[in-house]
């Protein structure tokens, strides 16, 4: 079992900057594909950047170039650097581990002046 603890949501204005991480338990991370995704009231969970075993990196359109999802196998922990942020990133981030479904419990970022 597979357990994963985000952290590093909270409010910033237009523009600015956060970084969410998650860590995950279990030994065998490295392995593992690790993804970012978020979800607002009303509408699907969709997919914002994935991390394969041997980071290769996959973004949604609407934040490439914005943000950057790494991970660290030493630290068990994948992160998600997001700048030039805007009011419609606002969300409930959620950290996912495959294979599988293994989820977070989420972190919610809000982007308001």
């Known amino acids: 079992q597979v357990q994963l603890v985000e952290s590093g949501g909270g409010l910033v204005q237009p523009g600015g900057s956060l970084r969410l991480s998650c860590a995950a338990s279990?030994?065998?991370?490295?392995?593992?594909?690790m993804g970012w995704f978020r979800q607002v009231p009303g509408k699907q969970r969709e997919l914002v950047a994935q991390?394969?075993?041997?980071?290769?990196?996959n973004y949604a359109a609407s934040v490439k170039g914005r943000f950057t999802i790494s991970r660290d196998n030493a630290k068990n922990t994948v992160y998600l650097q997001m700048n030039s942020l805007k009011p419609e990133d606002t969300a409930v981030y959620y950290c996912?581990?495959?294979?599988?479904?293994?989820w977070g419990r989420g972190t919610q970022v809000t982007v308001s002046s």
């Open positions: 996912k581990a495959g294979p599988g479904e293994h």
């Open positions: 279990g030994s065998i991370f490295r392995l593992m594909i």
């Open positions: 991390i394969t075993s041997d980071s290769t990196t």
